[in-house]
């Protein structure tokens, strides 16, 4: 059995109070299909609380104005509001400077403003793209389309039978010709949590900058951008209890003001005339619009019930959740886990023999009882594995034991059904 991700405390966490938490979805303390909902697709994207919801319905309601425009009042505080948000991202990520934090509207949309800004200033015909072999379409088909009008040549970091990537041959793919390394963190699929940090510094040291898909890592770890010596860091609002629609792209300060805005418009310029547009500095330069002033605020208040929970508290949580939860599965006659990596997060995709997915997960749906079953946005992945998709249960601070005992109930009753 892997072992769940984990890291060092100076003191044992206090039990986080499920049964307490739960008030704060109403979703999980309302009747479901008549009978209480289990939620198992944090994965694919996390529950927001009451208060982060509340917080944008105040904005809506009393604060409701645009950003930077103005000199009214209303549009002052409505600024300060916004970029306090961004101050609290900063922070999340320990980045130097609120500078170094762009808004987008998700991980993907940041992801193509790194490809379409850095990646078509800095690539040329001859060049490589080096990811690994667990990512998400969202850091595979923008590489793939800037390589097609470049020229350029995407390689791929290979993984094992148990989802780990295979690095003894790292130092041979790093070439003169690799501009980029591009990283999940951790797998949506698999759960697995990449040594991204030792990735990081064998690339540097050859002078290759590194991106990280942070999407699945900020909901279950911490993230210090420094320590990782990351080059870029992007993740979406809605995977760590935020609402959708807003997303963030940290990037070094050094590159982002070397790279060329990607959107035209509002808020990022200095002066426009018919000869010439002259840009405003970072970050504003790549926010052009008006922005998700809402969605801002609204991660912002995610940010502040995660920290009020306390992210060693809800690792903890999650990791004893992840071994119970794998114990019992692999109890399951024809169950197979795929991914068995040494350093997972909480999420298991599994497979029945003789099943598709998809009626496993419809037929769990019916029992209340929310996955998500599919190629989860990583075909490379399932071809890899041999499969054609998988079942994927996720868990968060807000499930137990019981959901756990639930979902093992609903497979032994897809298990009856199909006999």
């Not at 991204?196 to 909901?219: E, S």
């Not at 690792?315 to 068995?340: D, K, M, N, S, V």
């Not at 209340?368 to 594995?385: E, K, N, T, W």
């Amino acid at each position: 059995m892997p072992t769940a991700w984990s890291f060092e405390m100076t003191h044992a966490p206090a039990l986080l109070d499920v049964a307490a938490l739960r008030q704060d979805f109403p979703l999980l303390t309302e009747p479901f299909k008549g009978r209480r909902l289990i939620y198992l697709d944090s994965a694919v994207s996390g529950l927001c609380p009451r208060s982060v919801v509340e917080r944008m319905a105040h904005y809506q309601l009393r604060e409701h104005t645009n950003v930077h425009r103005g000199v009214s009042t209303l549009s002052q505080e409505a600024t300060d509001r916004y970029e306090e948000a961004r101050e609290k991202v900063r922070s999340f990520l320990n980045a130097r400077s609120t500078k170094e934090i762009i808004w987008t509207r998700g991980t993907t949309e940041a992801i193509n403003l790194v490809a379409q800004s850095w990646g078509r200033a800095n690539l040329q015909a001859g060049d490589e793209i080096l990811l690994s072999a667990m990512e998400h379409h969202a850091n595979i088909v923008p590489w793939q389309m800037l390589a097609a009008e470049k020229g350029a040549t995407i390689r791929v970091i290979p993984m094992n039978d148990a989802g780990e990537l295979i690095l003894d041959g790292l130092d041979a793919l790093l070439t003169p010709r690799t501009k980029l390394v591009g990283v999940v963190q951790v797998s949506n699929v698999l759960g697995t949590v990449n040594p991204v940090k030792a990735l990081i510094q064998a690339a540097h040291a050859k002078g290759i900058p590194v991106l990280v898909d942070g999407a699945q890592a900020v909901p279950h770890l911490p993230v210090d951008v420094q320590d990782l010596d990351a080059d870029f860091y992007v993740f979406s609002g809605h995977k760590l209890s935020g609402p959708t629609g807003i997303g963030v792209l940290y990037g070094k300060r050094e590159l982002l003001e070397a790279m060329p805005p990607w959107h035209g418009g509002g808020s990022m310029i200095l002066s426009v005339s018919w000869e010439k547009t002259t840009y405003i500095g970072l970050p504003g330069k790549f926010e052009a619009g008006t922005p998700n002033i809402s969605g801002a605020i609204g991660l912002g208040a995610a940010l502040d019930y995660l920290k009020a929970l306390g992210l060693d508290r809800i690792a903890a949580h999650e990791a004893a959740l992840l071994a119970y939860a794998t114990e019992r599965l692999e109890a399951i006659p024809g169950l197979r886990i795929l991914g068995q990596a040494r350093e997972k997060a909480s999420v298991i995709s599994f497979v029945l023999e003789g099943i598709h997915p998809h009626d496993v997960g419809s037929i769990l749906d019916h029992e209340g009882i929310v996955v998500r079953a599919g190629h989860h946005c990583a075909q490379p992945v399932m071809q890899r594995l041999g499969v054609p998709a998988t079942t994927r249960a996720s868990f968060a601070y807000f499930n137990d034991t019981a959901d756990v005992d639930a979902l093992v109930a609903g497979i032994l009753k897809v298990k009856e059904i199909f006999g």
